[in-house]
């Protein structure tokens, strides 16, 4: 329950304000119940990630999981993103490449290394594991929009723009594709295209919630 609640601010367009208090009850409830279960200790270390902030505590949680069940490939995936966002590349790099041994058919684990890969700056792994995730499951926009993401750093903006509209139609628009649309259109001189895009996301975030990042 307590992934559920902190999942679903995955996509962007969830507040924060409204997933916070929901997901921390969860989890810590979860801990209450069975303190020795791998996924209540990872639910504790996403919620105290991904919406906390407090990524030593999380990697904590995480670590922990995996402690208590080795063979957690959700527990190595979250591990492997955080560490990625606090910049630790290599050791990112080995939990993903773990996750993905546990668990080679699942395609968030081949979105996430993308995105552990585009991080680090390595564009071809950030291409050859979003191709994997739509191979995996030609719907799951992650996977279109980490190709994107990819396309643009190998230096093809409009194969990029091609995976972010794909990305864009799977996900009923979500904020975080549209916005890095935006920013790819700014990119390569297309200003009104790109102002639309902005102008858009502000009307957007009168009716629902848009990070402030998009």
């Given at each position: 329950l307590a992934l559920t609640y902190s999942g679903s601010a995955i996509n962007g367009d969830a507040d924060p304000?409204?997933?916070?208090?929901?997901?921390?009850?969860?989890?810590?409830?979860?801990?209450?119940?069975?303190p020795g279960l791998s996924e209540a200790q990872l639910?504790?270390?996403?919620?105290?990630?991904?919406?906390?902030?407090?990524?030593?505590?999380?990697?904590?949680?995480?670590r922990t999981a995996i402690d208590l069940d080795p063979s957690n490939a959700t527990a190595f995936r979250m591990l492997g993103h955080v560490l990625s966002q606090a910049g630790r590349h290599d050791e990112?790099?080995?939990?993903?490449?773990?996750a993905r041994e546990l668990d080679s058919t699942d395609?968030?684990?081949?979105?996430?290394?993308?995105?552990?890969?585009?991080?680090?700056?390595?564009v071809d792994?950030?291409?050859?594991?979003?191709?994997?995730?739509?191979?995996?499951?030609?719907?799951?926009?992650?996977?279109?929009?980490?190709?994107?993401?990819a396309l643009d750093d190998a230096g093809q903006p409009e194969r990029a723009l091609e995976a972010l509209d794909e990305a864009a139609r799977l996900s009923n628009s979500n904020s975080k594709v549209i916005s890095m649309r935006g920013y790819v259109l700014a990119e390569i001189?297309?200003?009104?295209?790109?102002?639309?895009?902005?102008?858009?996301?502000?009307?957007?975030?009168?009716?629902?919630?848009?990070p402030p990042y998009a």
């Open positions: 304000m409204v997933v916070r208090p929901l997901a921390r009850e969860a989890a810590m409830r979860a801990v209450r119940a069975n639910a504790r270390g996403y919620e105290r990630w991904l919406l906390e902030w407090d990524w030593k505590e999380a990697e904590a949680g995480m990112a790099e080995a939990a993903t490449r773990r395609p968030i684990v081949a979105g996430l290394s993308s995105q552990v890969a585009s991080q680090a700056r390595h792994q950030a291409l050859e594991h979003a191709r994997r995730a739509i191979l995996l499951d030609p719907r799951f926009w992650i996977g279109h929009i980490m190709l994107g993401i001189g297309r200003k009104d295209a790109a102002l639309e895009v902005l102008r858009d996301l502000e009307v957007r975030r009168r009716q629902r919630y848009v």
